[in-house]
């Protein structure tokens, strides 16, 4: 025994005798992941977050989070002698003052960027290949929390600052507070501590940004984590891949070394980005007072689309019997967000529901073969970029010279009639590919070698595709609809009938599919054809 | 073919393992641990850098880069090294993964995470006993009082949230403008006479200090008047808001009626006042109606009048709450 085994062996001997964990780090260390690019969004989100606890601590440690007036006179001459919150002159201290201080801002900034981009990518990776489905409705429901704690997270981070784009942010969200009825001013006025902008609005969401949430999402990216762990993660289709089995590397060596690596690869990118590109450049806009305001006020990306929203609200307010509702704000502010955000948490119970299927699930499905789904889900897509890009309206206007009303209007009539569009059109190119797929399987490979045949035909020939294709192409399942039985065996109508008849027709419509080949169809053509 | 039943493909199981070159030949597997040292190397190089420029570069120097403008050149420096560094050791790592590690797909098998049905009974009948012994289910008078009990002991933190502020009673509806309050100028806090605006100008005012008192921004949050000249018979008023202007000149809160942004973009060739937050748009000739965007109310007058002394004054204070709605907001 070498030297060094000796001291691994005792290192190892000396943990387990005091956890016995050598049984279950054995275990572990040869746990298998499947492999493929998508399933790397999530680890990046992972990542992110971690850059961003690192980037924030240092951020800390010269960042003042009072709204106390100072008069700034650090190395950023035009702002020299300015009075200006305490928080918005440690940040240009951090910006101007701090070796590595603008760097790390902008890291921080890309990070969050990063952070809501890979949430997002992975979010729409696992709903339009199906891995929400039992028994992963939990982790959903986590993911689902996560996204949203990370909007308000990422909003609260750039207010933080005080200058007077994010100061123009809080004023809004302070509307939104001041426009719930009955007690939005009192809310409004707990918040902020008093009249708007107040002395400690700051101070609080700082708690809030760096202690609160930051703890919640440690606590449920752990959950997330460990149910990953623990249900084991999902696959592709493929040959010699089932719901029985996981098949892929081993965590110790390869997992480790590629993940740990990846970390570096996505650390070295923002800081690549960190370095050369600049975001929020904070002294530009100078301190915050509700008077002034700079053109182009533009939210991050995530929040983009809630402001679209806001913007393509139409005027409308209730006045009676002395009170007055915000329709302008509550709906595109509160209730619209609500509704998506309930019905994103709730899909996979209603999935479930309308399909009758309880099994588990560990193969990932194609999305071209579950078209009713991928359809929704472009939909939802569709529907958020149209207010994404009403979100930017005055941004498109003035780059692209184009009337800012026309915008307005373009997306006020796009947002109703775009999303169903978007879901007919999803629906059919689903069933084209499923068509292409059958065809692919019967009649081969196109070789784009013509043949002329010796009365003068033209033909292409075909290849046949290997096994493990036609196999991958073939296994996915081909869901029944639900028949809509208006009453038991005994005659008795069964009770909520609509929900039934409804259920049954949502069903039908999830059933739609193009038969997948057979082997049968593929031998009768074969004896057929040639 | 005689059987009528449909046959499917059939799964040809794991596909054979294809090995790479390094697993084989050795002096490929040479290259691949070079390829993988060079890249820790670059790493290292990068921390040089990284460490370098943060102590000998001058933080005043400042490069062009083409797209990306002017830029300081000790950041750009330690951000490039950082990069560096963390992106060829993560490389690295992953190279290594990819040539040298074994790549043999490996199959573990997976079970379904109901448990055995003796299991499951095993489980409720513990419950039932467990709980029965203590009496879950039989002492309603325990279960009702804990319920009760449990649900009291949440309200306290939430009633000790109170004092995160007071209640706004009547300052949401009230500014600092009163009947005489001069329109000064912001900033400078100069008094304006109408002579000072040129017909097509427009000026942002607060209300004349009073002695002692300190501009505070929840005062300007709510004070804040945009003052907009222009030729009097371009005004399509009713006669009581005319007489709130004044020779042609209008004053408005400029403290946005739909979320309250400040509502600064004035464009002088159509007399629209924007607000640049969510572009609701207010015809100035015509009392601020709104003629575009999601703003459902006009923006507030202040009628003004010149003092003794020939300066701008208000005549009263603003006759509704300036900024966004609330519900306590009585809109006649």
Redesign the interface.
Known sequence: MSQKERIIGGVANYVDERTGAAKWLNKNL???FPDHWSFMLGEVALYSFIILLLSGTFLTFWFDPSQRDVIYNGSYMPLQHVQMSAAYASTLHISFDV??G??MR??HHWAALLFMASIIAHLLRVFFTGAFRK?REANWLIGVGLVTLGIVEGFLGYSLPDDLLSG?GI??A???L?????????I???????????H?FIPRIYTVHVLLLPGAFLALITIHLMLVWY??HTQYPG??R?????????LM??YM??A??????????T??L?????INPIWLYGP??????????QPDFYMGWL?GL????????T?AF?????W??LI?GLIVPGILFTGMALYPFIESYISGDKR?H?LLDRPRNVPNRTALGVMSLTFIMVVLINGG??LIATHFHMS??QI?WMSRIGVFILPPLSFVITKRICLSLQRADRDL?LHGRETGRLVMLPHGEFVEVHEPIS??K??TL??HEQPKAIPHVSEDANGVAKPKSLVNKLRSRMSTANAEQRPA????E???LE?GHH | MTNNSIEKFQDPGLPEHIHRKADHDEKAAKTAERQVAILFLLSAVGTVLAIGSYIFMPQDVVIFIPIMGDQNAAQLFLGLGIAMATFFLGMGAVHWAKTLMPDTEVVAERHEFRSEESDREDFVATVKEQGGSAGLGRRTLIKRSLGLAGGLAALTPIVMLRDLGPQPKKQLETTSWEAGTRLVTDPGDRPIKPSDLEVGAVAQVLPALKDGEERTLENIGKDAVLLIRLNPSEFNLDSERLSWTHDGIIAFSKICSHMGCAVALYEQQTKHLLCPCHQSTFDVTRAAKVIFGPAARPLPQLAITLDSEGYLVAKQPFTEPVGPSFWERNTK
């Open positions: 040869k746990k298998v070796r590595g603008l760097l902008q890291i028994p123009t004023r809004i302070e509307a939104i001041q426009a719930i009825p009955v007690v939005g001013s009192y409004a006025f707990f918040a902020f501590g008093g009249a708007f902008p107040g400690v249900q084991k040959p010699g089932t719901e029985k089995n996981v098949v892929g590397y081993p060596p390869v070394a590629k740990g690596g990846f970390f570096g690869i996505v650390f070295g990118v800081a690549f960190g370095a050369v590109a600049s915050y007072t509700p008077g002034q305001i700079s053109a182009g006020s402001d806001v913007r393509m609200s139409p005027p409308i307010e006045h002395g009170h007055t509702i915000s302008n704000i595109p588990e560990h309206n005055d800012i009303n307005m399987v096994a493990e036609a196999w073939t296994s080949a057979t082997a049968t593929a031998k009768e004896g």
